[in-house]
């Protein structure tokens, strides 16, 4: 497609990406968190402007620089994500779960910083579940054109099959991970889409490694045609 066509991909589309890891508070100095960089949420964002979106990109903490015209809201824990997503996803059309949230955090948050004792050689944190934030939007009453990532390091295609029916969303980006070469810290990706056609029939495609923009690129383009071709 020539340059003008493809500018205009998400004219007039509103889309929400969540991106980075979250950090959860065990007391005022510590925090759980994980490797995500934020690098394919941002790739995603930046992709999705330069098609002609308006993007609101809502970040963990993750030392970026905040892709040219973009809205970026930052925020640290997985319920503060939450409630950033909700407030956006009523207007978007489409929003894209990148984020690596962390599924658990501490059932507590201790006001003050805590203190090794001389007795505990163990010390047991118990951890809580937080909410699922993809599952939630894809469970509005008025949904956005919901896509999902799926990050594993085995069995791959079997649970990104079940996570895209289980959170009922309209694609899934399964990511292998248990290569350090591609995903998380890298600066490229490869990863394999999956979606159900007008049929049920659960349809893929591969995106071989390439850099993360390009991956994002791809990854935006097909799920435009899906989402076109659906009439969501
Ligand atoms: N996700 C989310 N909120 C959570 C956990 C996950 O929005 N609390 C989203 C991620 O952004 C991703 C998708 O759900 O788009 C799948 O995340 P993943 O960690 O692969 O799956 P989980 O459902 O958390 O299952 P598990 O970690 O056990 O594989
Ligand atoms: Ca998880």
Redesign the pocket.
């Known amino acids: 497609a020539d340059k003008q066509s493809v500018a205009a991909l998400l004219a007039n589309q509103h889309l929400v990406i969540?991106a980075g890891p979250t950090r959860e508070a065990i007391d005022p100095v510590r925090y759980l968190s994980n490797h995500s960089s934020g690098k394919m949420g941002f790739a995603l964002a930046t992709a999705a402007q330069q098609l002609g979106a308006t993007v609101t990109l809502i970040a963990g903490p993750c030392q970026l620089p905040t892709p040219v015209g973009v809205t970026r809201i930052d925020v640290t824990s997985?319920e503060d994500m939450l409630a950033a997503v909700l407030t956006a996803v009523p207007s978007a059309d489409i929003f894209i779960?990148?984020?690596?949230?962390a599924?658990y955090r501490p059932a507590t948050v201790a006001s003050h910083k805590m203190k090794k004792t001389a007795e505990q050689d163990e010390l047991a944190l118990t951890l809580i579940k937080?909410?699922?934030?993809?599952?939630t939007v894809s469970n509005l009453t008025k949904p956005p054109f919901t896509i999902?990532?799926?990050?594993?390091t085995n069995d791959v295609a079997r649970?990104a099959q079940s996570?895209l029916v289980r959170?009922k969303l309209a694609m899934i980006a399964a990511n292998d991970v248990s290569s350090s070469a591609i995903g998380f810290n890298s600066d490229v990706n490869a990863m394999t889409l999956y979606w159900h056609d007008q049929q049920g029939q659960l349809k893929h495609l591969d995106l071989p490694v390439a850099d993360k923009l390009s991956i994002a690129t791809q990854l935006l383009q097909h799920a435009v045609k899906l989402k076109n071709s659906h009439d969501f």
Request: glycine content about 10%; proline content about 5%; overall charge negative.
């Open positions: 969540t997985a779960g990148c984020a690596a949230v599924d937080n909410p699922d934030i993809l599952a999902g990532f799926a990050a594993e649970y996570k959170k």
